[in-house]
């Protein structure tokens, strides 16, 4: 079939896979907040940080790393096979969910409209001093990540002078450095205090993106990207088990809900902002230097967020 002028060769299996995209996004999304709220009930609360760090090593690997590999393999063998491997995975994970044993309903309450439990999240995070620093700096840090991760492509092919493969493999490395931050997280907590512990993987970015702007070649890029993605998980686990172990069961689907959007919203923001510091750079420095403008905004930012969460952190991790 020819495709048509749009780009789309079947308009109603593109529309399909789009609403297809919506629903598993939007399951996703509950899947999360589901997941950390009743993390506390499973595991003891001073083994969370191991919890939830090796959560992130899986989660890093299977979603950078098995996941597209599979996929790939799965499509060239048969294209329906890996979104019937998807139903079969979904719902073999439905059943294990469904045999944990254990009492995750928080005390009983009287039913109320969404917008008020909705408007209690917002009231307790607002009002928790911790709180607001942690959503804030996830929220600024996914926003100046996304900015730099949008642009390594165009960074990497232009200025690089590599191709695809290689493009794959310092991704592949970056997964790498985020399936091991999710296990080294508890063996350095017997190390370096929490508070300690986030400021220095919260400041360990900005250097990162600096090397990354001015890498001489890939592997130098794989090298930030490694240290990027393990700083990431180590810093995401402290954050995530803070609040598991600080918000009160009843509410903590709530304390999630508020959180989650704003962390997570940030992230095509970044997006949009990586395009036009581009575009609005390159009139006055040229492509190649354009290309590299997002990763020193991102330096700059997540620099000035370290410094100004630095004492809010370390008093607030105990």
């Known amino acids: 079939m020819e495709p048509s002028l749009e780009g789309v060769g079947h308009v109603s299996l593109y529309g399909s896979l789009l609403c297809l995209g919506f629903v598993i996004g939007c399951a996703e999304v509950a899947r999360d907040n589901a997941a950390q709220s009743m993390l506390p009930s499973i595991v003891p609360s001073g083994n969370l940080e191991r919890a939830n760090g090796l959560l992130g090593s899986i989660e890093t690997a299977g979603n950078s790393m098995a996941g597209p590999a599979i996929g790939a393999f799965l499509v060239a063998v048969f294209i329906p096979l890996p979104f019937l491997m998807v139903a079969v995975a979904l719902l073999f994970a439905a059943l294990l969910t469904g045999s944990l044993i254990g009492d995750f309903k928080p005390h009983a309450q009287k039913p109320r409209a969404w917008r008020a439990d909705l408007a209690e999240g917002f009231r307790f995070v607002a009002r928790h001093s911790m709180l607001r620093v942690l959503v804030l700096i996830t929220g600024f840090w996914n926003f100046?990540?996304?900015?730099?991760?949008?642009?390594?492509?165009?960074?990497?092919?232009?200025?690089?002078?590599?191709?695809?493969?290689?493009?794959?493999?310092?991704?592949?490395?970056?997964?790498?450095?985020?399936?091991?931050?999710?296990?080294?997280?508890?063996?350095?907590?017997?190390?370096?205090?929490?508070?300690?512990?986030?400021?220095?993987?919260?400041?360990?970015?900005a250097p990162m993106f600096l090397l990354i702007a001015f890498a001489p070649g890939p592997i130098i890029v794989a090298v930030a990207m490694f240290f990027f993605y393990l700083s990431g998980i180590v810093w995401n686990t402290l954050s995530i088990s803070y609040r598991q172990r600080n918000v009160p069961d009843a509410i903590m689907g709530r304390v999630n809900s508020v959180y989650r959007p704003f962390a997570w919203g940030m992230m095509p923001l970044g997006l949009v902002a990586s395009g036009a510091i581009v575009n609005l750079a390159q009139r006055s420095f040229g492509r190649e230097t354009a290309l590299t403008v997002p990763f020193l905004v991102a330096a700059g930012g997540v620099f000035v967020l370290a410094i100004l969460s630095w004492r809010p952190l370390g008093r607030g991790f105990k």
């Not at 999710?182 to 063996?187: D, F, L, S």
């Open 144 to 205: 100046f990540a996304e900015m730099a991760v949008i642009a390594l492509v165009l960074h990497i092919q232009e200025n690089l002078s590599a191709g695809a493969t290689t493009y794959g493999l310092i991704l592949a490395v970056g997964a790498i450095g985020g399936v091991v931050g999710g296990v080294i997280v508890a063996p350095l907590l017997k190390v370096f205090k929490t508070g300690v512990l986030a400021q220095w993987m919260n400041l360990a970015c």
